[in-house]
């Protein structure tokens, strides 16, 4: 097993472009969480999947922000029109009982 | 919804000396664990230990151990003989339980710093 993947790993776009993350978790792993991490900050929940099913959403999580986990496995998080204030580590963890495995994260800058 | 807070923004050791980091948080939650995760610099979230709040006993990983004190809503992370490979942001993290199982409430981290 290689632990939970993200893809890609680093990216830089310009304000009001959209961007599409990846994340892979560990096969079998029927829950899948989403946080962001702000620079020198601990990492804040987004929203969380138990297998297809999207079962809780932050507040956080603007109209700007979508996630999907078509067939239960892989997860994608879309942020729309993105601005400035988004440019943060997304972070993928994903768990089968209590602990979460987490992956590399994504770093988004928004110019 | 669940506070965490971790009162020591930064913490230095000498190698082979003991640590020890403070955490505090506020649930409504009955039943829940209790985590401390480590993210060395541009490096991913590993678990350092974990607790479950049912259990009076103190929970123990190697050089890492915890004191937890289930009425105070404290949840403090010992480090002893530190190592250089101990630097790191530390954060403390309780989970949620019922329709939320498993999210973590994160606190805003402490840097440890391991000097030779």
């Known amino acids: 097993d290689t632990g939970v993947s993200q893809d890609p790993r680093h990216k830089i776009t310009k304000r009001g472009q959209n961007v599409t993350f990846r994340c892979d978790p560990i096969?079998?792993?029927?829950?899948l969480y989403w946080y962001r991490q702000t620079l020198g900050q601990g990492p804040e929940f987004l929203t969380y999947?138990?297998?297809?099913?999207?079962?809780?959403k932050s507040r956080l999580l603007s109209d700007r922000f979508s996630a999907e986990r078509p067939k239960g496995s892989f997860s994608t998080l879309e942020i729309q029109r993105t601005e400035q204030g988004d440019s943060a580590m997304y972070l993928c963890?994903?768990?089968?009982?209590?602990?979460?495995?987490f992956g590399p994260g994504t770093r988004l800058t928004v110019l | 919804a669940q506070t965490v807070t971790q009162s020591q923004p930064e913490m230095s050791v000498q190698e082979a000396e003991t640590v020890t980091l403070s955490c505090t948080y506020d649930?409504?939650?009955?039943?829940?664990?209790l985590f401390w995760y480590k993210q060395p610099p541009s490096r991913q979230m590993i678990l350092v230990i974990r607790q479950e709040a049912y259990k009076q006993q103190n929970a123990t990983e190697n050089r890492f151990s915890v004191n937890f004190q289930k009425a105070a809503k404290s949840f403090s992370l010992k480090i002893s003989d530190s190592q250089l490979g101990d630097a790191a942001m530390y954060f403390c993290a309780p989970n949620a339980g019922g329709t939320s199982y498993g999210k973590l409430t994160f606190g805003q981290g402490t840097i440890l710093t391991v000097h030779p």
């Open positions: 999947f138990q297998n297809e099913a999207q079962l809780e």
């Open positions: 096969s079998e792993h029927n829950r």
């Open positions: 649930t409504s939650e009955s039943d829940y664990y």
């Open positions: 963890a994903s768990s089968s009982g209590v602990e979460q495995f």
